[in-house]
């Protein structure tokens, strides 16, 4: 647990280092709503737009600060949407590779029963096109 007097934020301070003044204001004694309140104070005294990011943004909402600006709220739905399309495609990524295996296996088992009775297969896919092997 670090002091939260000695890393009170400035106009240089990246994101990670607001979180982390956020908790250390928690972590030192302080109620949850005394502690929004002076994060909120120094925020919106010395925070630039290039501070705000998503992972800020809804850690201070979980906290009831809302910081957002603009579109900010449409940015962190497109970011929420994108990360479900990402896990999407990951889960159907494991799918097609199961399916691929399965089709794998079926190719496989076949060509491993034409090479025991060759015969035996000309015969039967003649069987369906009314032909086969002349006896």
Known sequence: MADPRNNIPNKNTL?????QWHKDLLSAGLSTDD?????KAYWDKYASRSTDDNELRLYMKSYNVDISKGLDGLKDAGIGFGQGIGRFFKTGKYITMGVGAVLLFVILKTLLNISKNPIGAVNAVGNLKGGGIPK
């Open 15 to 19: 994101a990670k280092d607001w979180m």
């Open 35 to 39: 502690a929004n309140n002076l994060w």
